[in-house]
């Protein structure tokens, strides 16, 4: 694959040149932006590590001193359940509560919502009433800034704010793109995922360029890598060469204790701070504090 790779960008500016479908133009692109350092973890594909990376850099930065709201943007509420909320149909007000007030030109006020865990992150949970917020988004006036709008209200609280998409490109997705500073794109390396990769690539470059100008690529990182298979090291390296200097150096590793992470109500750190997955997450979020990669030349079309 390295020796096409030259080909292959081409190939994609070519694509992302014809194939790009136009966002309705909204005048919500003035809307303010966010201050806080908003990350986006975010992959339509399911089960890729997504949780678990926004829990495990959350809980990092927040042993580092900072502070840190985690945002589940996902109606599965999996976050929301990972951090120990067990009945996430049963909290409310959630985030598709908040993100209706803002729909329907109410209040929120600030914190409003907002759970605390013991660690010391914050969460704005979610449940299942995210998947028909996500329907009325669609006719909703400034449908993709509707998120960005309610993080604005807790902007001077905190340092960092990691959203966990839904695993999907719709409505929810679009909202986290246009508040976030930047995204990190976890991907399971059990599987070439080139495919999925160019769609979503192409979906943060349209929203960069119609909605949300700041949007910067934090990276790829690779999830769930078994090391002992050379089938996991061969994808692992045919990914980085496709996406070459795209890609967190640091791999999080298939590991027993990161599976626990989404049922033990622990972090990885409490879990097994001097494991490789601890490590890695440690290498990666200190590695988009100081700003992530470059990247933005190599997805821009043309
Ligand atoms: N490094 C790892 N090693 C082993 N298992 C892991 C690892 N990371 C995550 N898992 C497990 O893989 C499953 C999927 O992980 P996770 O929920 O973080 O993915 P996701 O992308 O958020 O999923 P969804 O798209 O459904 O929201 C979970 O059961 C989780 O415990």
Excluded at 119 to 129: K, T, W, Y
């Amino acid at each position: 694959m390295s020796n096409t790779d030259g080909v292959r960008k081409k190939t994609d500016r070519e694509k992302n040149n014809c194939l790009v479908e136009e966002l309705e133009p909204r005048d919500s692109f003035f809307v303010g932006g966010v201050s806080v350092k908003t990350i986006a973890l975010a992959n339509q594909k399911g089960g890729v590590g997504k949780t678990t990376t926004a829990a495990s850099l959350a809980s990092g930065l927040s042993r580092q001193g900072k502070k840190v709201l985690l945002v589940d943007a996902d109606a599965q509420g999996n976050l929301t359940q990972m951090l120990g909320w067990a009945q996430p149909d049963e909290l409310s007000p959630t985030l598709a509560d908040l993100m209706g007030k803002i729909i329907t030109d109410q209040l929120v006020s600030p914190g409003e919502g907002i759970l605390h865990h013991d660690s010391g992150v914050d969460l704005l949970p979610a449940n299942i009433e995210l998947s028909a917020l996500e329907v009325t988004l669609v006719n909703a006036m400034s449908r993709e800034t509707v998120m960005r709008q309610l993080l604005s209200t807790v902007q001077d609280r905190y340092d960092y704010a990691l959203i966990d998409c839904m695993p999907s490109l719709g409505m929810m997705t679009l909202n986290a793109l246009s508040a976030a500073d930047s995204v990190i794109i976890p991907v399971q390396a059990h599987y070439l995922p080139a495919k999925g990769l160019e769609q979503l690539l192409r979906t943060v470059a349209r929203v960069k360029r119609q909605l949300n100008p700041k949007l910067e690529i934090d990276g790829i990182v690779l999830t769930m890598v078994d090391g002992r298979t050379t089938l996991a090291k061969g994808i692992s390296e045919q990914i980085r060469q496709a996406y070459a200097g795209r890609v967190f150096a640091s791999e999080i590793p298939r590991s027993i204790r990161a599976a626990e992470v989404s049922v033990e109500n622990k972090s990885i750190y409490d879990l097994d701070r001097n494991g490789k997955a601890a490590q890695a997450y440690i290498n990666i979020y200190y590695r988009s504090m100081l700003g992530g990669f470059f990247l933005w030349s190599a997805i821009q079309p043309k």
